[in-house]
């Protein structure tokens, strides 16, 4: 619910954190190494494929169903639909600006954390720019219960395994899955590898693109947001892109919108450019 979001985010993003060390400190089993792979795996589809290349920017379609359980996936890692398609899509109407809700001119920890807790947006900003989600009832109701898909993941992960299993099942994919994602918001405006000569300071990064399925040709993503990869060229490593395409030959999505030849060719010409 939104009056819930600042002080429930809060908690949530201790607990992530906390509850993985305390594991670890006991120690671990397994089987919780298990549930990590799959939680994680399920996280990031979720967060990087759904949240962000679906939801935000509609780079492919899907059914119905399907769209439900990537926003169920999203959820579950701290992010509903709407709320996170608001932000970002105001993030690339005014990124580096003093209205960007977030970016690295407003200091590290506001941007990794504070920005998650504190949405500087009120409830009908977002549903004003998300209406194409908000038609759907059923995001609707996530929106306003995002915190149920999350509690739903983590307590089937505790009764199955217990505290561990919990902790490292859920809780340690949760945190990296936010970490990692922070890092693009941070990183991804303060390095100096352009391929394109965008109105903001995005850049890219294989290292973070490495451990953000992806993510972190976050220059390429400003230039051309539509496309459903962020790794333009052959050799730009994008993990989410090669699991999208595997989703399309099962035929879960369809419709993907690829990068137009002319930007592929301008990206061969400008690579590893500074601006």
Same mark, same amino acid.
């Given at each position: 619910?939104?009056?819930?979001?600042?002080?429930?985010?809060?908690?949530?993003?201790?607990?992530?954190?906390?509850?993985?060390?305390?594991?670890?400190?006991?120690?671990?089993?397994?089987?919780?190494?298990?549930?990590?792979?799959?939680?994680?795996?399920?996280?990031?589809?979720?967060?990087?494929?759904?949240?962000?290349?679906?939801?935000?920017?509609?780079?492919?379609?899907?059914?119905?169903?399907?769209?439900?359980?990537?926003?169920?996936?999203?959820?579950?890692?701290?992010?509903?639909?709407?709320?996170?398609?608001?932000?970002?899509?105001?993030?690339?109407?005014?990124?580096?600006?003093?209205?960007?809700?977030?970016?690295?001119?407003?200091?590290?920890?506001?941007?990794?954390?504070?920005?998650?807790?504190?949405? /500087?947006?009120? $409830?009908?900003?977002?549903?004003?720019?998300?209406?194409? =989600?908000? *038609? #759907?009832?059923? @995001?609707? &109701?996530?929106?306003?219960?995002?915190?149920?898909?999350?509690?739903?993941?983590?307590?089937?992960?505790?009764?199955?395994?217990?505290?561990?299993?919990?902790?490292?099942?859920?809780?340690?994919?949760?945190?990296?899955?936010?970490?990692?994602?922070?890092?693009?918001?941070?990183?991804?405006?303060?390095?100096?590898?352009?391929?394109?000569?965008?109105?903001?300071?995005?850049?890219?990064?294989?290292?973070?693109?490495?451990?953000?399925?992806?993510?972190?040709?976050?220059?390429?993503?400003?230039?051309?947001?539509?496309?459903?990869?962020?790794?333009? /060229?052959?050799? $730009?490593?994008?993990?989410?892109?090669?699991?999208?395409? =595997?989703? *399309? #030959?099962?035929? @879960?999505? &369809?419709?993907?919108?690829?990068?137009?030849?002319?930007?592929?060719?301008?990206?061969?010409?400008?690579?590893?450019?500074?601006?």
């Amino acid at each position: 619910m939104p009056w819930l979001w600042p002080s429930a985010t809060a908690a949530f993003l201790i607990l992530i954190h906390v509850a993985p060390v305390m594991a670890l400190v006991r120690g671990t089993r397994p089987a919780d190494w298990g549930a990590f792979c799959v939680g994680y795996a399920i996280a990031s589809l979720g967060a990087v494929g759904g949240l962000h290349r679906y939801f935000a920017h509609a780079s492919f379609r899907t059914s119905r169903v399907f769209q439900l359980l990537i926003a169920l996936a999203g959820c579950a890692v701290g992010g509903d639909p709407i709320s996170f398609t608001a932000r970002h899509r105001r993030h690339h109407r005014l990124a580096d600006t003093g209205d960007d809700v977030h970016g690295p001119h407003q200091g590290w920890f506001y941007c990794w954390f504070g920005t998650l807790v504190d949405y /500087a947006m009120s $409830e009908r900003e977002m549903l004003q720019l998300a209406p194409d =989600l908000a *038609a #759907w009832p059923e @995001l609707r &109701w996530l929106h306003r219960w995002s915190f149920v898909p999350a509690f739903g993941a983590a307590a089937v992960a505790a009764l199955v395994g217990g505290f561990t299993m919990f902790a490292i099942g859920y809780c340690l994919p949760a945190a990296l899955i936010v970490n990692f994602g922070s890092a693009v918001n941070y990183f991804g405006h303060r390095g100096r590898r352009r391929s394109y000569p965008t109105r903001d300071r995005s850049s890219n990064s294989w290292l973070l693109a490495l451990v953000s399925f992806g993510e972190g040709w976050h220059n390429n993503h400003h230039y051309y947001p539509a496309a459903c990869r962020s790794g333009f /060229a052959w050799w $730009e490593i994008d993990v989410m892109y090669y699991e999208l395409r =595997l989703l *399309a #030959w099962l035929g @879960l999505i &369809w419709d993907l919108k690829e990068v137009p030849a002319h930007v592929r060719a301008q990206v061969r010409a400008a690579s590893g450019r500074r601006w």
